[in-house]
């Protein structure tokens, strides 16, 4: 079974730019789970999809974030425009239905801002 | 409102000496706890996981964490260290499902280092 694959790996943007981080989650699972981890601090939790549905978007930090999961597969994050404290490490879960507990994470993508 | 402290940033020892790793939670409900270890350059792995059943939870490559809800405390914990255990670990605390789903609080991470 494929794990959860993230693109790219390593992002490096100029402030007011736009990134789009992608996320391929395990088959089968229908939750996806989108977490943040900036320099020096604790993984944070973004937003969880279940299929297409956002169930919980309460960590998204601000409207220059927005995440899609069309179709219930692979899901999108971008963030238009880029600011520098948008830096960080960008990691995506995903599991199955009923097991929200157990999840797999992808390797993450390490978003660089300057 | 739950919460997670992992009390030490880096941790040393010598290959073949125990592994501690200490996590301290707080939660305002029965919570779930799990163990995650990071490799450079790979996905966080699942350790273990405590949901309510046996106090004392074995995981993955000799590694098992006690839940003590008295001192609030999920330590883990290695009779031996490998020098493939050298990685950074994540105390992760959720305590009641959010419309079914468990949003996680995870703490700072604990740097491992495994001297031969």
């Known amino acids: 079974e494929a794990g959860v694959t993230q693109f790219p790996s390593h992002s490096v943007i100029e402030k007011g730019q736009t990134v789009t981080l992608r996320c391929d989650p395990i088959s089968g699972h229908d939750n996806l789970y989108w977490y943040r981890r900036v320099m020096g601090k604790e993984i944070k939790f973004l937003l969880h999809f279940v299929k297409e549905s956002k169930q919980d978007e309460s960590g998204m930090p601000n409207n220059r974030f927005l995440a899609e999961r069309t179709g219930g597969t692979y899901s999108t994050l971008k963030v238009q425009p880029a600011e520098l404290e948008d830096s960080g490490v960008y990691f995506c879960?995903?599991?199955?239905?009923?097991?929200?507990?157990?999840?797999?994470f992808g390797p993450g993508t390490r978003l660089t801002v300057t | 409102a739950q919460s997670v402290t992992q009390l030490d940033s880096h941790v040393s020892v010598s290959e073949g000496t125990p592994v501690l790793l200490r996590c301290n939670y707080s939660?305002?409900?029965?919570?779930?706890l799990f163990w995650y270890v990071q490799h450079p350059n790979k996905g966080l792995q699942l350790l273990l996981k405590?949901?309510?059943?046996?106090?004392l939870v074995k995981g993955i490559n000799g590694f098992e964490a006690e839940f003590k809800k008295s001192e609030t405390s999920f330590h883990l914990t290695k009779p031996s260290a490998h020098m493939s255990d050298a990685a950074e670990y994540f105390c992760v605390v959720s305590d009641l499902p959010t419309g079914g789903s468990y949003i996680p609080t995870f703490g700072r991470g604990t740097s491992l280092i495994v001297h031969p």
């Open positions: 405590y949901t309510s059943a046996a106090t």
């Open positions: 939660s305002s409900y029965s919570p779930s």
């Open positions: 879960a995903s599991s199955r239905q009923g097991k929200s507990y157990e999840q797999y």
